[in-house]
């Protein structure tokens, strides 16, 4: 329907005919003179119309629009140093392809603020203003650049089911859903399976994935399905090799994000490129830092938010925005992590301005202990029959990690995780 997005429009077409299409931004009517503003994608651009040099009909179509209305317009381009960006169009043609009912529920030129609520329950107009939009624009360039790193690392990208038979972390943070006469879970992740994959031959896999966790969180940096890029490899020597990809891949992602300077000019925004090497803090050096600021987090136990965000800020300090924590307690984490001696695991997390934005580690390949993990965390063996079979007939050493995407985008932008996900599914929240 068109020939040009609006940005593609600049003085050097004075005189061409275009055709654009989008959506009435603006309508301001000076009786002899009429402005629309069009809205597309790219950006906006100026139509004017005159009393005595427009088409009677072209003038009273105009006279005839509602804002936010879809409209065609075939025109001519004209240098005008008074317009935005020096040009604007000489309707000879609009069409209405849609026209929008009013008033609007929510306003996109954003002279009126929406709260939250208001925003998401009217998202399909929210996403409409460019700040909002470029937020969306930012995290495909970033799943791009992670899916091209992890492909050019010579890993394989795999989907894996989603309706599954047990829990695939442990735990009760399943939404039980009804499979013809049996009970099955929506899959909090694609562990069991990534994890088998490393029996089959294919040693290098990932997906990007969908987690879905029924966990009972009312904050800014959960939710209940989330998107996260999930993978594993085998043959490793120890958990290090396994923080090194993801080191790659994560940087590699924020770097994407530093390069989309429209997106960030719009946002008013600028994004720093940590360096490698990332640090690699051990948990119990961690547990120093925090108790030196006068947080006491006993041996043993996971940080909580508060102290994430402590050594958020301890860290910024150090000049580091992004850093490990490795050799967490084996019991603090999950059945299938690896033990490393009596009380650590090669289990890490990896934080980015005190947020846990990714959880890995090397994992248990031997059958018998992974058996008598599942045992110590009082997990029925039963439901995990088809798993653990993969390690009885030849499993290579491996491990892998969950990168949250929303997690991710939240803190390279510094918003809550619903700004990021674009319907976003919480406790209270199940539409749109
Ligand atoms: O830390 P999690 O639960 O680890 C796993 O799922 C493991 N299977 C990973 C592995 O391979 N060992 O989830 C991984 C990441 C988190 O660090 C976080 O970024 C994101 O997924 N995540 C959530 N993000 C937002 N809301 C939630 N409820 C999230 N749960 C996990
Ligand atoms: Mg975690």
């Known amino acids: 329907m068109r020939t040009h997005y609006s940005i593609k429009i600049n003085q050097g077409m004075d ?69 935005p960006r020096g040009i604007e169009i000489f309707p000879v ?13 929510l306003d996109v030129t954003q002279k009126v603020d929406a709260d939250m609520d208001t925003r998401l329950n009217n998202r399909f107009m929210d996403v409409r203003k460019p700040h909002i939009s470029a937020i969306f624009r930012i995290r495909s360039r970033i799943i791009k650049a992670g899916r091209e790193f992890l492909l050019g690392e010579n890993f394989i990208e795999i989907t894996s089911p989603k309706i599954i038979a047990s829990a695939s972390e442990g735990g009760t943070d399943v939404f039980p859903i ?85 997106e960030l000019s719009v946002l008013k925004q600028e994004i720093e490129v940590p360096k490698k090497p990332i640090k690699r803090l051990n948990y119990e050096h961690v547990l120093e830092l925090l108790a030196r600021e006068g947080k006491e987090i006993p041996w043993g136990e996971d940080l909580d938010t508060e102290s994430e965000k402590l050594l958020g ?86 491990g892998g990690f969950g990168l949250g995407i929303d997690r991710l985008m939240m803190q390279l932008l510094g918003v809550s995780i619903r700004e990021v996900v674009l319907f976003p599914r919480d406790r209270h929240r199940l539409t749109p």
């Open 15 to 83: 005189g061409e005919e275009v055709k654009l299409a989008g959506w009435v931004h603006e309508i301001r009517d000076l009786g002899n003179l009429k402005f629309l503003v069009l809205r597309d994608r790219e950006g906006f651009i100026q139509i004017t119309a005159k009393k005595g040099e427009t088409d009677e009909k072209v003038l009273r179509l105009i006279d005839s629009l509602s804002k936010e209305s879809v409209i065609e317009v075939k025109g001519r381009v004209k240098k005008n140093e008074k317009a």
């Open 93 to 105: 043609e609009i069409h209405i392809l849609s026209k929008a009912d009013s008033p609007l529920p």
């Open 178 to 262: 009804s499979y013809f006469n049996r009970e099955a879970f929506l899959a909090q992740s694609p562990q069991l399976y990534k994890q088998m994959m490393m029996s089959t031959g294919l040693d290098r896999v990932f997906e990007i994935a969908t987690y879905f966790r029924a966990e009972e969180h009312d904050t800014r940096r959960h939710l209940n399905e989330v998107s996260a890029f999930d993978l594993e490899m085998a043959f490793i020597r120890d958990e290090e090799d396994v923080m090194n990809v993801l080191e790659g891949l994560v940087l590699a992602m924020i770097k994407e994000a530093s390069l989309c300077e429209r």
């Open 313 to 398: 800020e301890i860290m910024r300090d150090q000049g580091e925005d992004i850093y490990f924590i490795k050799g967490y307690p084996t019991d603090a984490k999950p059945f299938y992590t690896m033990p490393k001696d009596e009380k650590h695991s090669r289990a890490f997390d990896l934080g980015y301005k005190g947020v846990e934005i990714s959880s890995g580690g090397q994992r248990i390949h031997d059958y018998n202990l992974l058996a008598e993990r599942l045992e110590f965390h009082n997990i029925e063996r039963e439901n995990f029959t088809f798993y653990l079979k993969s390690f009885r007939y030849g499993m290579p050493p491996h």
